[in-house]
């Protein structure tokens, strides 16, 4: 019975094995990447669908971290380095600016090239066009979080 505990627990850290910890973090992961498809055939607009689903995912995701920290793990969450404080926040948007400023090089050095044919897609920046930018947006900024 000893060694069927041991393969679970790890009673020098008095919690469980970090193999099980992470299996735990995995599905919780992925119920709430699975998790916004029910509740998401409601929205009509697609955009708008799009936007609700990012929004979900990552309140979900962030706070399945915060529960296998807390209670699995028995660690606080800023031991994982989510301090908000004036040195992240310049960091963090520093890595924006950088991802962006190689991103646009790209493009331009591709434009240039006259790899890229740039033309109107046909739509103004109405709402729903908004709506799509957004969800785009705070998925891309979720990744870089």
């Known amino acids: 019975m000893k060694n069927v505990k041991e393969f679970f627990w790890n009673s020098e ?7 099980w910890r992470v299996a735990i973090q995995f599905f919780l992961f992925i119920a709430a990447f699975l998790a916004p498809i029910g509740i998401l055939g409601k929205f009509r607009n697609p955009y708008t669908r799009n936007l609700a689903d990012e929004l ?13 920290v807390k209670f699995v793990d028995k660690r606080k969450f800023s031991d994982l380095g989510f301090r908000f404080d004036r040195n ?4 963090y948007f520093q890595g924006l600016v950088i991802g962006g400023a190689v991103f646009f090089t790209l493009f331009l050095i591709e434009y240039g ?8 897609g046909g739509h103004g920046w109405d709402s729903e066009y908004l709506l799509k930018i957004g969800g785009r947006f705070l998925g891309y900024t979720a990744v870089a979080f």
């Open 56 to 68: 979900i995912t990552l309140t979900l995701v962030l706070f399945s971290i915060y529960l296998v």
């Open 113 to 120: 090239l006259g790899w890229l044919n740039v033309r109107n």
């Open 88 to 91: 992240w926040f310049v960091e």
């Open 13 to 19: 850290e008095e919690r469980l094995r970090s193999f």
